[in-house]
């Protein structure tokens, strides 16, 4: 199934999983909760997954390296500071923390699925095509920086 590997842009992947997310809120209004304190744990979690992200895309521009998620050939660069020794994709899971904030705003189990959902399929569609593309371009640095650091978090 490579034909949708590294064609759909992640924040428009995430953006269809917060609709998805938002229509199972509605339409699966049995799997609803009220969590206490759901609008300000939410907001921290969106702000949370900002940050990450943001630091993400400044360390890339440090280091002057594409940020085109769509294109991995063209990097230029390993960035292995900064956020990068924590998390191999700090936007990756920024946009996931900012999900997971959605999903405790919506309070909905299904929507909670979804965030799980969202970061397997882009584990599987845009993260596994950028790795095995690093791995082509730059093989035994990035294969000591997989060592190194892990995946996610």
Do not use: C, H
């Not at 809120?25 to 969590?35: K, P």
């Amino acid at each position: 199934m490579r034909v949708v590997e590294l064609k759909i842009p992640p924040v428009a992947v995430t953006l269809l999983f917060a609709g998805l997310m938002w229509l199972a809120a509605r339409w699966v209004a049995q799997a609803s909760f009220q969590l206490p304190a759901s609008a300000l744990i939410a907001v921290f979690l969106v702000g949370l997954g900002a940050i990450i992200a943001v630091a993400g895309v400044v360390a890339f521009r440090q280091k002057e390296t594409t940020v085109d998620p769509t294109n991995p050939g063209k990097t230029t660069a390993i960035v292995d500071d900064g956020i990068y020794r924590y998390t191999r994709n700090p936007m990756y899971l920024g946009l996931a923390f900012a999900l997971t904030g959605w999903a405790v705003y919506l309070g909905n189990l299904v929507a909670f699925m979804l965030v799980f959902a969202f970061v397997a399929y882009l584990t599987r569609f845009q993260i596994m095509p950028e790795e095995r593309a690093l791995q082509a371009k730059f093989g035994a640095s990035y294969d000591d920086y997989k060592s190194r650091v892990r995946r996610w978090i």
